[in-house]
């Protein structure tokens, strides 16, 4: 079956049968095509009424700016507490974190472990060795710098236990060394 129309076009050759299968296939891709613009409208309305409850555009205008300046507050407190927190580590490196004391009996023949031997040292090994030396006489104590775990004076047997200890704190110390330096203490 020829058709005028087809023909007038340029395609009278063609059959009316494959020109029907193509609309229809074409008015198929179509109504899809506005069955999802549909689904998409639909859920966009939803998400609109959502949004817009109880707001006019005015009041969502003024919640807006409300949520930017909140926002700015938020990243202004934000790097407020990054500076304090860099101060407080700075602060808190040279803190004294690390201790060691040893007790000991400077005299053997007075008895009693009435010496004592103090090590304070920060996050570097650097601080302080106070040693107390108590005697009939009375209680002298010195001092010396602690360097990096290191002292330029020579230490005595106690104040390098008490070093060890202060700068051994980082690791983990077995329940044998515990033990070990409770009854050192004591």
């Given at each position: 079956m020829n058709s005028a129309f087809l023909t007038k076009m340029?395609?009278?050759?063609?059959?009316?049968?494959?020109?029907?299968?193509?609309?229809?296939i074409l008015l198929i891709v179509i109504i899809i095509g506005f069955a999802y613009v549909l689904y998409e409208n639909i859920r966009f309305r939803k998400a609109y009424k959502k949004f817009m409850k109880g707001s006019t555009a005015e009041s969502l205008e003024e919640k807006i700016f409300q949520m930017c300046e909140e926002q700015d507050s938020i990243r202004k407190l934000g790097l407020k507490h990054s500076r304090e927190i860099k101060d407080l580590y700075a602060k808190h490196q040279l803190a004294f974190q690390k201790v060691g004391l040893v007790k000991y009996d400077a005299f053997k023949e007075m008895g009693g472990k009435l010496s004592f031997c103090l090590v304070l040292l920060d996050e570097n090994d650097t601080g302080i060795l106070i040693n107390s030396i108590h005697s009939s006489s009375g209680c002298f104590c010195y001092s010396k710098r602690i360097k990096n775990g290191k002292c330029d004076i020579v230490l005595g047997e106690e104040e390098q236990?008490?070093?060890?200890?202060?700068?051994?704190?980082?690791?983990?110390?077995s329940k044998s060394d515990d033990k070990a330096s409770a009854g050192e203490e004591e």
């Open positions: 340029g395609l009278g050759n063609v059959d009316i049968g494959y020109f029907f299968l193509i609309t229809f236990l008490a070093v060890d200890k202060a700068t051994r704190r980082k690791m983990k110390i």
